[in-house]
Every structure is written in structure tokens, then in C-alpha cells.
């Protein structure tokens, strides 16, 4: 469901009160055609609606209606006991309360003349008491309403200047004003609750004697923005005013200044103030924010400077204030000072079906998760109404199609909503064969949109970081960090350990509670498809070999180069009969290979002496034995490298070269 904008809570944006006789054809007629051309929705009384001394009900709900007042004190405005009572109504129902204001307009009036009620102000004022003695506690109200309209913060008409230009002002305080403060997050969102309230009891909003910044992080795509903005608008009316920067990380060293202003523009309402430097607009932030109750919202930041340039330190905000960063790098946060953190999880497979489900069908027929794991559910598990229903589903042939695509769907994502999505997306008005297809390419080349957005956090790192994150995705995912550390320091002849910190710190990959590195199915396939994409058509060409196909290809028609760094066999033996194994001389050709390793047993009919002189880390493993080796010298120097393999795999392999750890 999409949230409802604040100005969606009001029938009108503007209610005008103003002294009819006074400026209803001039000023305020003119005001409410200026208004109408910039879209504001404004309430202007029908003189019909005013019968006697009372205000209607109709113009109270007027007011109850309108998030905002904008009070034209003319002349005559006090003599008319209908305006006071409008002035009071609007007063008591928008005055200090969140997303209302009041914006008074002196019209030809000194407003010291309506604080102190002289002249017309005591004039009138004089007579509503002669006229109304019995009311006295209603006059004294009008005189207070009076004196507390005029000690707001509003604009002065004098006549001195084009009268235009001075309704052009208050047109763009207006619009200031009612912009929507609760922010449009999307059509559909799923399994949010709970990630929702976790983070607003990070902010601890209820406590206005600190001030709180917290950090939602995780990998692109992830739903950080999504959840960042569903907290915002659940608690953005608690604040005085509030701003939400989107993809901060667009903004480089030039565009930090852009932001300066804008964050000056929402908060204070200062347009005109020139910024010359970052650091100058840092000071002018510390010195005009610190009394304001601020929530801010940072959105996908990445780096410090953008941190330091809009949100320095807590003590730059009013006490109260909240500030919701979302970054895909954790050390950024942690660089920052920011204790208080949350990482972004992946949708559950419920969730995760019924995203999908709505946006490859929209409604018109998306099976439930319920009904999906009613149909595993054994006989014996069901009660009566259970059984009618899967007797039911049974016979429904939309269900069981349209069930086991959303399924495969859900198993590619990965939890991951972006990919939902997109998927969903590609589903919409497809049959059932079509969907098949599009999963189908999906597996082969990642999407487009998915590897775009999960690719910008791998352009970010450095290029030995770029390196390991790489040699991970494509060959090491699942792998014992120690044992990764000990390849990577080989193969590189540097401790890699800083670099992993990295990778896990920008949240590419993980290491789980056993000590492996794992990582997000969709990051592994955004790697593997920047090498892939090094040389689309020859895979010779590529810096890491680990498909089956691939390598098959190259081993079969010698296509190898120098540009091959890792060779990792991982797949199923593909050599059927000896006579048909490869004679292994691809890696004549190899001539920067440092890496190697075989995950199960593979042919060749000859022995490695074409293995080049480049290779530091040779890895065999099957579920008997491991062997281990690097080196920095020449490859047969090792002791007792040659090894002839036992009669056990001569099918498989023949000479192959073991290095018992």
C-alpha cells in the first residue's frame, strides 16, 4: 500500500480569512488567482455561507480542513465578530500544532497596532464590548487571539512596493509550507513491520532531551530506502521540520554545496544565502540548525565527506532531532561515530511470494503462500477444512502453474525485493511459458536493472578489493575464511585479511557463524558476470575460469591466454572416457595462472609439464583428501610435486600433481 502524503489528510491546502468588504475584490481576490495558478487547493468563504453574527458549521470544517491559514489583517478586520470568531477557530486548531501553520498578512495595518489594539483594532475591540458586555470572556478570547496573531512570525503589507511582487512572496512561503512531509514509498511492500520497529527503537524518538543517528545499512537492493522511509513517515509529524536527501552518492565535492543550501531552503527557510565552500556552509548549518528539532534523512551515502558536509555531528541539531542514514558501507558509519546500526534483511519466502505475486499479476489471480505450503503438507498433517481446500486447489490448473513459476521466482531472488520486482515486472501479461523464459535468461545473463544496481557498490571499491571480491564471487564462495586468507596471500604474495574487512564492511559478502564466506546468490552472479563480460564470446580471454562450459571450451580447443589468473574445477567429472581427456597443454598458454584448483577429480592424458612457472597456489580436495600447496619459487622445485595418482582415480585424473598439506 502506498502512504498517504500529509496534504492527502486535508481537503484544502490554504484557508483564507480576510474582511470581505475590505479586500475580498483586491488583494485577497488576487491572492486566491495566484494561489489557484500554482495548484494550491484554497478555501475562500462563499459570502452566502456568512447569515448573521455566527459562524456555520460548514466554515469551521472549513478550517478543521485546511492544513494551513494564511489571516489578511486589514483595516477593518476587528469590527466584523464573524472574522474573530474564524481567527479564533483557526488559532485554537492550527497554532503549534505539527504540519499546521498560520501565516498572518499585515494589510496596510502596523501589526503593533493589532498586538496593542489601537486605533481600528481598539476601536473595534471597544465596541464588541459595549455590544456584547454579557460575552465577556468571549471578547477577551478575541483580544487574546488578536494578540497572538500578532506576535507570529508574518508579512507586512505597507503599500510601498507593487502589490504582485508581494503576493509572489507569500505564494512561495505557502508552497514551502504545504509541500508533503510524509514521503510516497511504494505500491506494495511486504515484511517491513518488524525491521520497522526495530529501527524507530533504535531513534528512540520519545526522548527529546538527546538527539540520535542511526545507520540502516546492507547490499543494494536490499529495501534501505524503502524501510528508512517508512519509519520517516511514521514519525515525521513528531518534529518540527524534516528533510529527505535522496542518492546523496549522485552528489560529489561540487554538488555537497547544492545540498548545503537545500538543507538550509527546508529547515530555516533561507533561500538567498550565497555558500561559497563546503566548510562555510558547515559552519552556517551549525549556527543555524542547533535550536531546531530536525528530522533528517541521508539517503544511500558513501561518503564521509558527504556526512561531514550535511550532517557533521549530532550537536549540529536541536535537542530532539533525528538523523536516518542509509549507506551499503558499514564502515562509513562506523568511521562516522554512528553506534547505532541496522542491517537490512532479505524478505522471507511468505513475503518474498507474495511481492512477486502482485507485481507479475496485479491482483487479477496471484496464489497465496498459505495455500503453497498447504499443498506440501502431508494427508495425515490436514484437518477437515484444510483437505477441501487442497481438494480445491487440485483442481484449479491456474494455481499449480502459476504457483511453481512465482516459486522458482522467489528461489532466484534470494529475498532480495529489487529482484522481485524486476521479475514481477517481466511477468506481467506473460504466460506461463514466457515467465519460464524470462527466468530462464535471468539464470543465464543477469538482468540489466539488478546488476546495475548491485554493481555500483564494486565500482566503488579499489582495485586490489575489486581483485578479491572477484576471486571470492567466482571461485571461494562457501569457503573457510582461513583458507581463503592463505590462497589470497599466496596468489597475491600480500595478507589479504584488510580486504575481506572491506568486502563485508560494504556489505558484499559475510562471513557466517562457522567462519565461512558467504555471500548473496545475485552478488555472486553480479561477479561472475563482470568477468564473463571481460570476454563475452571467448573465455579464454578471462581473468577467472570456474564454469563447466567455459572450461570445457578452453581445454578442449587450447584457447587459453595470460589473461587467465584462476582456473577453479568445480563441477561434475566432464571427461566420460580416458581417450577423450585433454592433453592439458591450454595451460601452455596461461602464462599469469597463479591459481589453481580442482573441487573434483579431472583427466589428463598427459602429465603437467605444461603447467606454468607463473602458478603460486595449486588446491585439490574431494571428500577423502585435501591438498594444499603455495609456493614462490619454481613449480618443481616442491618436493615430491611429481606424484602419479592411485589406480583409484586413473579414470579421472592421470599424473596429477597432489601436494599433501
Known amino acids: ?60 470544517k472549513a478550517i478543521e480542513d485546511s492544513m494551513m491559514a494564511i489571516i489578511v489583517l486589514s483595516e477593518n478586520y476587528a469590527s466584523s465578530s464573524f472574522c474573530l470568531q474564524e481567527l479564533s477557530h483557526i488559532l485554537d486548531t492550527m497554532k503549534d500544532k505539527a504540519g499546521r501553520y498560520v501565516l498572518p498578512v499585515f494589510y496596510k495595518v502596523d501589526p503593533s497596532h493589532v498586538r496593542k489594539l489601537k486605533r481600528s483594532y481598539g476601536e473595534a475591540m471597544k465596541k464588541h464590548d459595549v455590544a456584547s458586555s454579557s460575552s465577556h470572556n468571549m471578547n477577551n478570547k478575541w483580544k487574546d487571539s488578536l494578540h497572538q496573531v500578532a506576535n507570529l512570525s508574518g508579512s507586512h503589507y505597507k503599500g510601498d512596493k507593487y502589490e504582485y511582487e508581494f503576493i509572489e512572496n507569500i505564494v512561495e512561503q505557502v508552497l514551502r509550507n504545504i509541500k508533503p512531509i510524509v514521503l510516497p514509498v511504494g505500491d506494495y511492500l511486504v515484511g517491513l513491520e518488524h525491521q520497522k520497529q526495530h529501527v524507530t527503537s533504535l531513534l528512540n524518538v520519545g526522548s527529546d532531551d538527546t538527539i540520535h543517528m542511526v545507520g540502516i545499512h546492507g547490499i543494494g537492493g536490499i529495501g534501505k530506502t524503502t524501510l528508512a522511509l517508512e519509519v520517516y513517515n511514521s514519525i515525521v509529524r513528531q518534529f518540527e521540520c524534516s528533510c529527505f536527501f535522496e542518492k546523496v552518492r549522485d552528489f560529489k565535492e561540487s554538488g555537497l554545496i547544492y545540498l548545503q543550501k537545500i538543507l538550509l531552503s527546508q529547515i530555516v527557510g533561507e533561500t538567498k544565502m550565497e555558500i561559497t565552500s563546503v566548510r562555510q556552509g558547515v559552519s552556517i548549518l551549525q549556527q543555524r540548525l542547533h535550536q531546531k528539532k530536525v528530522l533528517l534523512l541521508l539517503d544511500d551515502v558513501d561518503k564521509d565527506e558527504q556526512l561531514k558536509a550535511i550532517a557533521g555531528s549530532s550537536d549540529w541539531f536541536g535537542l530532539g532531532s533525528r538523523v536516518i542514514i542509509t549507506t551499503r558501507d558499514k564502515r562509513l558509519l562506523t568511521y562516522h561515530g554512528i553506534e547505532r ?23 487479477d489471480y496471484s496464489p497465496i503462500y498459505k495455500d503453497v505450503l498447504l499443498e506440501q503438507k502431508q494427508g495425515r498433517e490436514l484437518n477437515a477444512n484444510e483437505l477441501r481446500r487442497l481438494k480445491d486447489l487440485k483442481n484449479d490448473v491456474r494455481f499449480s502453474s502459476y504457483a511453481n513459476v512465482l516459486k522458482r521466482a522467489v528461489a532466484y531472488a534470494s529475498g532480495l525485493p529489487l529482484a522481485l520486482e524486476v521479475i514481477g515486472s517481466h511477468f506481467f501479461n506473460k504466460t506461463i511459458e514466457q515467465c519460464n523464459y524470462v527466468l530462464d535468461r535471468c539464470e543465464r545473463v543477469p538482468d540489466k536493472k539488478i546488476q546495475t544496481t548491485l554493481q555500483v557498490s564494486f565500482d566503488a571499491l579499489q582495485d586490489e578489493d575489486k581483485f578479491v571480491f572477484l576471486d571470492i564471487a567466482c571461485c571461494l564462495k562457501g569457503w573457510n575464511l582461513i583458507r581463503v586468507e592463505e590462497i589470497l596471500h599466496a596468489h597475491y604474495g600480500n595478507i589479504m585479511k584488510d580486504h575481506i574487512d572491506v568486502l563485508v564492511e560494504k556489505s558484499l559478502i559475510k562471513i557466517s557463524d562457522s567462519g565461512n564466506i558467504t555471500l548473496h546468490d545475485l552478488i555472486e552472479d553480479m561477479g561472475k558476470e563482470i568477468v564473463r563480460r571481460e570476454s563475452p564470446e571467448n573465455p579464454g580471454k578471462r581473468t577467472r575460469l570456474w564454469a563447466y562450459e567455459d572450461i570445457k571450451k578452453v581445454f578442449k580447443e587450447n584457447t587459453g591466454t595470460s589473461t587467465i589468473k584462476i582456473i577453479h574445477f568445480q563441477f561434475d567429472p566432464w571427461i566420460e572416457k580416458k581417450k577423450d581427456a585433454s592433453d592439458g597443454k591450454a595451460f601452455k598458454k596461461m602464462k599469469n595462472l597463479r591459481t589453481l584448483i580442482f573441487s573434483t577429480p579431472v583427466c589428463f592424458s598427459e602429465t603437467s609439464e605444461h603447467i606454468p612457472n607463473s602458478l603460486r597456489v595449486l588446491e585439490y580436495s574431494n571428500r577423502n583428501r585435501n591438498y594444499y600447496h603455495s609456493r614462490g619459487s619454481n613449480l618443481f622445485e616442491w618436493d615430491g610435486f611429481l606424484k602419479k595418482a592411485s589406480d583409484s582415480y586413473l579414470f579421472f585424473y592421470i599424473n596429477m600433481i597432489l601436494i599433501p598439506i
Open 1 to 60: 500500500m502506498a502512504s498517504l502524503t500529509v496534504t492527502d489528510r486535508f481537503k484544502y491546502d490554504v484557508f483564507l480569512s480576510f474582511r470581505g468588504e475590505d479586500t475580498r475584490y483586491g488583494f485577497t481576490g488576487n491572492l486566491k488567482k495566484a494561489l489557484d495558478d500554482k495548484g494550491v487547493r484554497t478555501f475562500i468563504d462563499d459570502e452566502k455561507l456568512k447569515k448573521g453574527d455566527e459562524i456555520t458549521p460548514s466554515l469551521l
Open 341 to 363: 546500526t541496522y542491517e537490512v534483511k532479505g524478505l522471507n519466502d511468505a513475503a518474498a511470494f507474495d511481492l512477486v505475486g502482485w507485481k507479475a499479476l496485479k491482483n
